[in-house]
């Protein structure tokens, strides 16, 4: 009677081994993609929590066609506004990890109302709002001078603004009926001067003078929408945050003095009254 022959059973390795490459090449993009910059890592998420997003999800369901176009010119420009989506996609969760960034640095709930500080994302960087209320004064009071807050608030903001190059134009504004006791000092000056206090304390603290694009005084003219003119809330400090390169040669600085009229600031810079400690060491101050 004829043996039978033994079944062949050597296979089961083949599968572990299979399973063993799996994992490394896993590994190693897992390791990959973490050496990289914040940039690619907020990409690589958005794509892992929306992979299968359509091209007609935000459209009727037929999508755009032009009779002049050539099937390969529409498919490079579809090809480069997708592109461009992408990485506007990429810069505003960005910009909006920055702002959640600032709020967690300087100890604040962005949902509460009336918050000292307001941080808006525009379509080229961020708008940050410091407000100088009762409750929590920026500067003492009508004088262009921070308080300890105020100090501690600059000194962060210029660590936000010099390590991600930021591109920096300082507005300052007052609300109406200050009194004042100065002769010759009014609305105009004092929105001047703030503003050029925060252009000092965020090059004192850290930021290239050649960041600084342009400081401005407003007086009482630009009151928020739907405030009155004479709310506390119009006495702020408005610092628009622009992306890009600064410009090659330092700009010159010069602040609104009148209606019509400008203020060359000193060439010399002056420290803030007071240098506060490291801003991961000094709690905020309570009015």
């Known amino acids: 009677m004829a043996r039978k022959k033994d079944a062949h059973h050597g296979g089961a390795w083949k599968v572990a081994y299979a399973d063993f490459v799996t994992a490394m090449m896993a590994l190693f993009m897992v390791l990959w993609i973490s050496a990289q910059d914040q940039k690619i890592l907020i990409a ?18 037929v999508l755009p066609y032009d009779t002049n176009k050539t099937v390969k010119d529409q498919g490079q420009e579809d090809g480069s506004s997708r592109e461009q989506n992408s990485v506007k996609q990429v810069e505003l969760a960005f910009l909006n990890s920055l702002a959640k960034d600032f709020y967690r640095l300087l100890h604040l709930d962005e949902s509460m109302e009336d918050k000292p500080i307001d941080i808006q994302v525009t379509s080229d960087g961020l708008r940050v709002t410091l407000f100088d209320r009762a409750q929590r004064l920026l500067f003492r009071e009508n004088t262009a001078e921070f308080t300890d807050w105020g100090q501690f608030v ?42 050029n206090a925060a252009r000092r304390a965020l090059t004192y603290y850290a930021v290239s003078p050649a960041l600084i694009e342009r400081v401005t005084g407003y007086a009482d003219t630009r009151p928020l929408t739907l405030l009155a003119s004479d709310a506390e809330s119009n006495q702020r400090v408005t610092l628009s945050l622009g992306a890009g390169r600064a410009r090659p040669t330092p700009p010159t600085t010069a602040a609104t003095a009148g209606p019509e009229t400008t203020a060359s600031a000193p060439p010399t810079e002056s420290p803030p009254a007071a240098a506060p400690p490291s801003p991961h060491h000094l709690p905020p101050s309570s009015p």
């Open 44 to 61: 690589t998420s958005h794509y892992f929590q929306n992979p299968f997003k359509s091209a007609l999800n935000n459209t009727n369901g």
């Open 154 to 195: 600059m000194q962060n903001l210029a660590w936000l603004i010099d390590r991600h190059q930021f591109r920096v134009t300082i507005d300052g504004h007052t609300r109406s009926g200050i009194p004042f006791t100065q002769a010759g000092y009014g609305a105009w000056e004092l929105s001047s001067d703030r503003a």
